[in-house]
């Protein structure tokens, strides 16, 4: 659904698209930081070129195991 949505209002269906169409919080968007998965790696600099820290991490949370590493890579984003 969201593909249908993003591209209704002609944002970008990529990871990349939806951080640039909210946009960083020190320009006035609401993203700090923003957690892709790994298949988006390629789209971290492109990210982070729009003043948004981002990392590319497993966000399939398929066990508690996966699910605490992205909760890590999530506060480690924040500086927590």
Do not use: C, F, K, N
Not at 2 to 30: D, F, K, M, N, P
Not at 37 to 64: F, K, N
């Amino acid at each position: 659904m969201a593909r249908q949505l993003l591209g209704v209002i002609g944002v970008e269906v990529s990871a990349a698209g939806v951080a640039e169409h909210y946009g960083a919080r020190t320009t006035g968007g609401v993203i700090d930081g923003w957690l892709v998965d790994t298949v988006d790696a390629g789209l971290v600099a492109r990210i982070e070129a729009a003043g948004i820290s981002s990392r590319a991490v497993p966000l399939m949370m398929t066990d508690h195991d996966a699910t605490a590493a992205m909760v890590e890579a999530a506060l480690d984003l924040a500086g927590l």
